[in-house]
């Protein structure tokens, strides 16, 4: 592999960034930032700002014109080379006259891995891939597990008091955490492409699990329930809303037909699912099924059970728990996990890559499950 330059790595860097701005908007297509440049200095750039929309690559050669022949292209994803929502991304660099291409990582697509490259060498252009490769894979972890697993990513978010509870024993806990931590959840939500719940948490809090940044316009996100029995209530906010914001009810394969009918009738999209011990219902099938229909994230909101079910079959990926200043000291109160009992320390599910981030008095702990990315 060629080395790369402090002016490529510099590049490549701003193209990252580029890419962050299409979040939330892309799915489920990767998120990819394009910096053209020419003589050392940046003549255009673009991002992916929505799927079905122009790639990257294109945005940022419709703004360069002519400049953009003899420039340098940083791309943090490898040009498309197939035909998709739109026509093949390296057709438009090499009818650009590009003369150098850097790419942040290869295409993980199995099925089109090198495509973009080689096509891109075979007209002549100079191409060097896998700067930054690292920063890049960590942008579309999402993406990347879809495309290669057929499943979506899983976020577990929890907010709870210094002493690990999420509620009361009453089952209250309005509200755990800061405003500008609950906000900070709401752009969590905007950013994945869909948000799960267990039935518990659903009778609960009657949620409406809606991303809602004021007058910010969001895409929003699926919302899942996981309901063995099919005991979501009709009157409840999410079967009301259903026709505006879609609603995915998980019940048992043995939930009668007019059970299923009845959630139909207002709107609810109901998926039958094979049940297990001791969260009720298969996860490891639902996130077959939620692949199929192209998710690639999910941010789970559950209660104990439902977290608890999620680190005990090795589903999640990473996580977000948000922790206020507040102690309850009720051994009663809602805790964070329910699971599986370990024994002994060397059981524990460890976390890789923390970081802690304060957000006003509340404390953000965050990381990820698994020491590899995918």
């Not at 972890?141 to 697993?149: A, D, H, M």
Request: aromatic residues 6%; charged residues 25%.
């Amino acid at each position: 592999m060629m080395a790369w330059t402090p002016e490529d790595e510099r590049f490549m860097r701003r193209a990252i960034r580029l890419a962050k701005r299409g979040s939330g908007r892309t799915s489920p297509n990767p998120m990819v930032g394009a910096v053209i440049v020419r003589d050392g200095r940046v003549v255009a750039e673009g991002f992916h700002e929505r799927v079905g929309g122009p790639h990257a690559e294109v945005n940022a050669l419709r703004r360069a014109g002519d400049a953009a022949r003899g420039a340098t292209l940083y791309v943090s994803l490898e040009p498309c080379n197939h035909y998709g929502r739109t026509p093949p991304c390296t057709e438009a660099v090499i009818g650009a006259g590009i003369r150098r291409v850097v790419i942040g990582m290869a295409d993980p697509n199995p099925k089109v891995t090198g495509g973009g490259a080689d096509r891109l060498r075979r007209a002549g252009i100079d191409v060097l891939v896998g700067v930054l490769e690292e920063e890049c894979r960590r942008l579309n972890q999402p993406f990347i597990k879809w495309i290669t697993l057929g499943r979506p990513y899983v976020t577990l978010k929890c907010a709870a008091t210094l002493d690990g509870r999420m509620a009361t024993r009453t089952g209250d806990s309005r509200w755990v955490t800061g405003e500008r931590s609950r906000r900070l959840v709401h752009e969590l939500r905007a950013a994945v492409d869909a948000v799960l719940v267990g039935i518990g948490t659903a009778l609960a809090d009657d949620p409406l699990l809606t991303a809602r940044l004021g007058r910010k316009k969001v895409r929003q996100p699926l919302r899942i329930v996981l309901d063995t029995h099919g005991r979501l209530p009709a009157a409840s906010q999410l079967v009301k809303t259903a026709r505006q914001s879609p609603v995915l009810l998980a019940c048992a394969e043995t939930v009668p037909k007019e059970v299923r009918e009845r959630f139909s009738f207002h709107g609810v999209d109901v998926v039958g699912l094979p049940t297990a011990e001791p969260s009720g219902l298969n996860l490891a099938a639902l996130l077959d099924e939620l692949g199929r229909r192209s998710v690639t994230s999910v941010l789970v909101e559950g209660g104990a059970r439902v977290h608890g079910a999620f680190l005990d079959g090795a589903l999640a990926d990473d996580f977000y728990f948000f922790y206020a200043p507040k102690i309850l000291g009720d051994a009663l109160g809602m805790p964070m996990f329910q699971g599986a009992p370990r024994h002994f320390m060397k059981e524990a599910v460890a976390g890789v890559d923390c970081q802690v981030r304060r957000i006003e008095d509340d404390l953000l702990v965050c990381g990820r499950f698994r020491p590899q990315l995918y």
